[in-house]
C-alpha cells in the first residue's frame, strides 16, 4: 500500500455516491452449457469436453454431459474455459474495487489489510444471490506491526504490538474482528532505502504460534532474504513478496521446502517498488483498456521512487521465484494493488505474464491463480472446474495454457453460475474518460484570469473565483476530528489579514484529517479547467507542525495528491507545481485541501495569497 490519502478520498467518494451498489436483486440461477471447450481445470488441461453449470454451481463435466432442458448453449470452440481468477493480494477498500476485480475475470480477492468493519460488510454479503456483480472478499483485517511501523502510515489508527507476551491477546483480537487469516509485517525497509520499526523475532514467533493455537493461517510481508529466513524459521505459513535484495541462496530454498510454505510473490509490485511502472503495459493492451477507468490508467503508469540506498531489483526477484519453482515450492499469484503500478483485477494478468517470464510453465501460473490460493487458503468451494463446486467460471478467445497473455482476451465471466455485466461496466468507463475529456475542453472559471484564489483582505472569507472555502473533516468517513476556519488580523507581507484554520485531530479517527476545502469550481465536486495555469502557491505561518496541502481532480478518480509543508512562527511563501501532484495538468481540478491529519491533538496554522500561477518565466 503506498496512498496516505487513501481513507480521505474514499470519505469523499462516499458523500459523492460514487461507489457500487452492495448487492444484485435475487433472481433464479439460470442453467446454461459450455459446449466443446477446452477447459483448464485448476490442474490439468482437458482438450475439448462439456461443461454444465446448473443452480449457481458445475453440474457436470465430460464429452457426454446433457445439457439440461432449455439450457442456453454457450459455444466452446476456439476458447479456453478457466476457474474465476484468485488474487492473493490485495488491499481493498471500496466495492468498487471488487466490482472492478469481477469484470478482469477476478472472483475472489484475499486482502491483506484494510478497515475490519469494511471487510465485515463485505462478506456478510457475499452469500449466493447477494453480491454476485463483485469479487468476494476475505481479508486479514488489520495487520500485525510495530508501533510506527509499516501499515500506520496510511491514516488508519490501528493497535500495534511490542513485545511476545501481547501476541496471544493479538491474535485473538484480530480473530475477534473476523479476520480470515492474519498478516505479519517483518520488514524495516532497508530493501527499498527506507527506514522504519519492526516487530521482533521474538514477537513474530509468538503471533504465528497463537494463530496456528487457533487453527488459522499466518502470512508474513518481508523484502529481504533474512527477513524471509526467520519467518521461515519462526514457522510462517505463507510469504507475502518475494524479497529482492539478493537471489536466494539454496539453505533458504531447502528451508522454504522443509517448512512447507508458499510464497505470493507480487512480481508487479516488486518491480514497481525498484522504479518501474510495471502496469504501464496494461494501458494500451486492447484487451484490458477498454475497462480501465482513468484513475487505473493513470495508476498503472506509476512506481514508486526508486532510491539510491535500496538494493531491491526485480531481476533478482525473478531468479529467485525460478529456484523456488524449480524446488517444489507452491507459488500463488497475487498483485498488491492498489500499489502504483497496479490496478485490481487487471494486474493480476500481468502477474501471471511475470510468473512464466520467471520460469512457470503457463499451466503453473494459471494454478497460481485459482487451485493453489484455494488450497491454502481452504477454499475448497472454488479454484477448480469439478462438479459441486461454484460455478465463478472466466471464457477466453484462444490458449492461456499455451500463452499467458490469451488471458487477457476475456469474453465472459460468471460467479455464482451469474454473468458479470462487462458491457455495463465498459459503458461507465467510457462515461468516465468522456466526462474527463469535456474538462479538459471547458472554459476557465469565471474570475480566474489572475489566478488568485484569496488574499483575505475584505470583511468576510471570500473567493476571486469557485464557490467557497468550506471546512472539511473525517466525520464524512465516521471520525471525530474538528476544525475551523475565520479570518484573523495581519497577514503575509505584512497584508492586513489571513485564514486562521485549527481543530483537533481525535485519536478515535480511524482517518484523520480537519481543514479548510477550496472548490474552484462554481459547485461543488464538479471539475475546474485550471490547465492555463502550472502551480499553485500560498504563505503560512503556524504552530512548527507539518501540515498537508491535497489536490483532488477527476482523472485521478477523486482520490488526493498530497504534499507537506511546516508552518513554522514566520510567514513563508510555498509553491508547488500541479505537475508534481501525481501529473495533475490542471484541467479538472475538484478542490484543494490546507489542514492537518498525521499527528494527533490540536493545530492551528494560517493561509495567506492563496494562488495559482503560471510556470516561472512564462506570461
Request: with cysteine.
Amino acid at each position: 500500500m503506498n496512498d496516505s490519502t487513501r481513507w480521505l478520498s474514499l470519505a469523499l467518494a462516499s458523500a459523492m455516491g460514487i461507489t457500487s451498489s452492495c448487492a444484485s436483486p435475487a433472481r433464479a440461477q439460470d442453467s446454461f452449457v459450455f459446449r466443446d471447450v477446452r477447459v483448464f481445470d485448476g490442474k490439468e488441461v482437458i482438450r475439448s469436453t462439456t461443461v454444465v453449470v446448473q443452480g449457481g454451481l458445475i453440474a457436470a463435466i465430460g464429452p457426454g454431459a446433457a445439457a439440461p432442458e432449455g439450457a442456453k448453449i454457450i459455444d466452446g470452440a476456439g476458447r479456453t474455459l478457466l476457474p474465476g481468477l484468485i488474487d492473493s493480494h490485495t488491499h481493498t477498500f471500496s466495492p468498487d474495487h471488487l466490482a472492478q476485480a469481477a469484470v478482469f475475470g477476478v472472483t475472489t480477492e484475499l486482502d491483506m489489510f484494510t478497515d475490519h468493519k469494511f471487510a465485515a460488510q463485505m462478506r456478510s454479503q457475499q452469500a449466493p444471490g447477494g453480491a454476485d456483480t463483485r469479487a468476494d472478499l476475505l481479508s486479514a483485517g488489520i495487520l500485525v506491526t510495530a508501533p510506527g511501523g509499516h501499515g500506520t502510515e496510511y491514516g488508519l489508527e490501528i493497535p500495534t504490538i511490542t513485545a511476545p507476551e501481547q501476541a496471544d491477546g493479538f491474535v485473538k483480537a484480530r480473530l475477534a474482528e473476523g479476520s480470515d487469516y492474519i498478516k505479519i509485517i517483518y520488514d524495516n525497509g532497508s530493501a527499498y532505502g527506507l527506514s522504519s520499526p519492526t516487530i521482533s523475532r521474538e514477537t513474530l514467533a509468538a503471533v504465528i504460534r497463537a494463530t496456528h493455537e487457533r487453527g488459522k493461517l499466518a502470512v508474513a510481508h518481508i523484502s529481504t532474504q533474512n527477513g524471509a529466513r526467520d519467518a521461515l524459521e519462526a514457522g510462517i505459513d505463507g510469504l507475502m513478496h518475494v524479497f529482492a535484495d539478493k537471489a536466494a541462496d539454496d539453505p533458504l530454498v531447502k528451508l522454504a521446502v522443509d517448512k512447507r510454505a508458499f510464497v505470493v510473490p507480487t512480481l508487479t509490485v516488486v518491480e514497481s517498488a525498484s522504479g518501474v511502472a510495471s502496469g504501464e503495459s496494461l494501458v494500451s493492451d486492447p484487451d484490458l483498456s477498454p475497462f480501465l477507468m482513468p484513475a487505473e490508467m493513470s495508476n498503472l503508469k506509476k512506481s514508486f521512487p526508486k532510491r539510491a540506498s535500496g538494493a531491491a531489483e526485480a531481476g533478482l526477484a525473478r531468479e529467485t521465484v525460478g529456484k523456488l519453482r524449480a524446488a517444489g515450492v507452491p507459488l500463488l499469484a497475487g498483485s498488491d494493488a492498489p500499489n502504483p503500478g497496479t490496478a485490481h483485477g487487471a494486474s493480476i494478468h500481468r502477474e501471471l505474464e511475470l510468473l512464466v517470464a520467471a520460469g512457470l510453465p503457463p499451466v503453473e501460473a494459471l494454478a497460481a491463480a485459482t487451485s493453489r490460493p484455494a488450497e491454502k487458503f481452504g477454499l475448497a468451494d472454488r479454484g477448480r472446474i469439478a462438479p459441486k463446486l461454484r460455478a465463478d467460471l472466466v471464457l477466453v478467445e484462444g490458449d492461456p495454457t499455451t500463452e499467458i497473455k490469451t488471458s487477457r482476451k476475456l469474453i465472459g465471466v460468471w460467479k455464482h453460475g451469474r454473468p458479470i455485466d462487462r458491457d455495463a461496466y465498459h459503458k461507465r468507463v467510457e462515461a468516465e474518460v468522456e466526462k474527463v475529456a469535456r474538462a479538459k475542453t471547458a472554459p476557465a472559471p469565471p474570475g480566474s484570469e489572475s489566478g488568485l484564489v484569496s488574499d483575505f483582505e475584505g470583511e468576510k472569507v471570500q473567493t476571486t473565483f469557485g464557490s467557497s472555502w468550506s471546512v472539511s473533516t473525517d466525520k464524512l468517513f465516521g471520525g471525530q476530528s474538528t476544525g475551523e476556519f475565520k479570518l484573523a488580523e495581519g497577514g503575509a507581507l505584512d497584508s492586513k489579514g489571513s485564514l486562521l484554520i485549527r481543530g483537533n485531530i481525535a485519536s478515535k479517527s480511524q482517518q484523520r484529517f480537519a481543514g479548510a476545502m477550496f472548490t474552484p469550481a462554481a459547485t461543488m465536486f464538479a471539475p475546474a479547467n485550471l490547465s492555463s495555469k502550472q502551480a499553485i502557491s500560498f504563505w503560512a505561518k503556524g504552530d512548527g507542525k507539518t501540515y498537508a496541502i491535497m489536490v483532488f481532480f477527476q482523472s485521478r478518480g477523486f482520490i488526493p495528491s498530497s504534499k507537506s509543508f511546516v508552518a513554522g512562527n514566520e510567514w513563508k511563501k510555498y509553491r508547488f507545481m500541479l505537475e508534481d501532484f501525481d501529473g495533475c495538468d490542471g484541467s479538472d481540478i475538484l478542490g484543494v485541501f490546507f489542514g492537518g491529519g498525521g499527528a494527533q491533538g490540536e493545530f492551528e496554522f494560517q493561509i495567506d495569497e492563496v494562488r495559482f500561477e503560471k510556470r516561472e518565466g512564462t506570461q
